[in-house]
């Protein structure tokens, strides 16, 4: 028999990214019916699925060995409590479904013996006789020992380790893994929530539970009101799902108009040399104030010298909001800019405090299950780089195809990323170009894609100097790319 999941737990089921399943589903290859797809139909895409092959499964089996034991219990395992929560949940399902059984099977019992008593008073009758047969014919085929639906017998496992969450109204889903609460496992997946502080003082995160358990993480201080508490409400940052499915009603940001402008200080936790002209500036926020921004936004940084006045600078982050405490920027040497120069120098050392004033742009990725192609020029790669590791939380995208121009020696700083991302995702390709000039390196890249991509429907997102990314806006425009699927910033 059949069983039915969700397409974010077929992706999980059969190790596939979920756009890929998204692709074949609007190629007609998987067949949808109100959100959820058939483990049979599963079976048939992907047959050399197997139990033993679950990516999530050979991870748990990681629990056996003690070198990993405690690490992977804390990203893996729910805590005790949650974890017995869901078991119990799943055993009051087992015997609902077993008492079910068990009246079925008294229900065909009693069915077979009153044909047999009809049949010995109508012996003439041949109907009787028929219906007796085809009833214990149906009781030895619903008895006999069947196949295990592999899949199946993954799902309900997944249930015990992983809670599924889906969100109202937009209908997005996020997994909830191991210790992680509520808010930080929906921003590991991507989706664009509303929070503060994520301690429990400020309620920004608070959402309704319309269905399913919540489990209490940390103390809060935030005073929801009886009212809020009788209708459901709780704090995403201080709460884990306790049942293995939960919908919750909230909010999420449609776009950079909805994220607020913000302010707070930073602290310099580490310079990195990424090349002779390339540097690596991680910022930590403070745990009570942290900047909630969107992939490919930019931020203003300000530095207070020893001596009066300010040194400023725009940069676009570099990191995903998914990590909202690690800020991460490349640098590059410019003489004409202050901040570089102090930066370079080793005035902004490990330890200084920065301000943060942000976030701004609109360079974000738009809605869709489109391929994304990225374009990149030199320290372009920043925003791309965010933009790349928030698509690959939201699993949405069938492939991600990134091209990236270096005009300097050390313009593919990060290239060692790129090709990690090559070897550990089927989706993702990536090339590398060379040339001193923004324009013909841009033509480059320009028939590179028309080789490879111009016959798929592409959103493409372009960062890099003026001349670079006008030169790919226009090249792909009179290769027919609707403006509609192009995204820029100028950097």
């Known amino acids: 028999m059949s069983h039915q999941v969700s397409i974010w737990r077929a992706a999980q089921l059969v190790g ?159 997994l909830v893994e191991g210790h992680a609460n509520l808010l930080q496992s929906g921003l590991h997946s991507g989706l664009k929530l509303n929070y503060g502080c994520a301690n429990g003082t400020c309620g920004m995160c608070k959402v309704r539970v319309i269905s399913g358990e919540v489990a209490k993480t940390q103390h809060f201080d935030y005073p929801l009101s009886e009212a809020e508490k009788a209708q459901g409400y709780t704090l995403m940052c201080c709460h884990t799902a306790a049942s293995s499915e939960l919908t919750l009603e909230l909010l999420e940001a449609r776009g950079p108009q909805d994220i607020a402008q913000q302010q707070l200080v930073g602290q310099v936790r580490a310079v990195s040399e990424l090349g002779n002209d390339t540097r690596l500036l991680h910022l930590q926020t403070p745990r009570s104030h942290r900047l909630r921004f969107l992939a490919g936004q930019s931020v203003t940084l300000g530095w207070h010298q020893p001596v009066p006045g300010d040194v400023r600078n725009t940069l676009p982050v570099a990191s995903c909001p998914c990590d909202d405490r690690n800020l991460q920027f490349f640098v590059c040497r410019d003489e004409s800019d202050a901040f570089a120069r102090h930066l370079f120098a080793g005035d902004i050392a490990p330890g200084a405090a920065l301000t943060v004033l942000g976030p701004t742009g609109d360079f974000v990725l738009a809605d869709g299950h489109r391929p994304l192609v990225f374009a990149a020029c030199d320290a372009g790669f920043a925003p791309v780089k965010s933009l790349i590791e928030h698509a690959l939380s939201l699993d949405s995208a069938p492939s991600l195809s990134l091209f990236w121009l270096a005009t300097r020696p050390d313009g593919h700083f990060f290239s060692n990323l790129c090709r990690s991302w090559s070897q550990a995702l089927d989706q993702f390709e990536y090339e590398l170009v060379s040339d001193a000039d923004r324009i013909q390196g841009a033509q ?26 006008q030169t790919l806006h226009d090249e792909l425009r009179g290769a027919g790319v609707p403006e509609a699927q192009i995204f820029a910033t100028v950097l």
């Open 16 to 174: 596939v990214a979920r756009g890929v399943l998204q692709q074949q589903v609007r190629d007609g290859a998987l067949v949808v019916n109100e959100g959820f797809v058939s483990t049979e139909a599963l079976l048939r895409l992907y047959p050399g699925a197997e139990l033993e092959e679950s990516g999530m499964l050979e991870r748990v089996t990681q629990i056996r060995d003690e070198a990993f034991g405690k690490r992977v219990r804390e990203r893996l395992l729910p805590s005790q409590e949650v974890l017995a929560q869901r078991l119990f949940d799943q055993s009051q399902e087992l015997a609902d479904l077993r008492r079910h059984l068990q009246r079925y099977h008294a229900l065909v019992i009693a069915l077979q013996r009153r044909a047999r008593e009809r049949q010995a008073q109508f012996p003439d009758a041949p109907a009787w006789r028929e219906l007796e047969r085809e009833v214990t014919q149906g009781l030895a085929q619903a008895l006999a020992t069947e196949s295990v639906d592999v899949l199946e017998v993954m799902d309900g496992m997944l249930k015990v380790m992983t809670a599924q969450v889906t969100v109202r109204p937009s209908g997005h889903q996020f």
């Open 444 to 469: 480059q890249i320009a028939q590179a894609m028309r080789a490879d991509l111009f016959d798929i429907d592409c959103d493409f997102y372009l960062a890099g100097p003026t001349d670079f990314v």
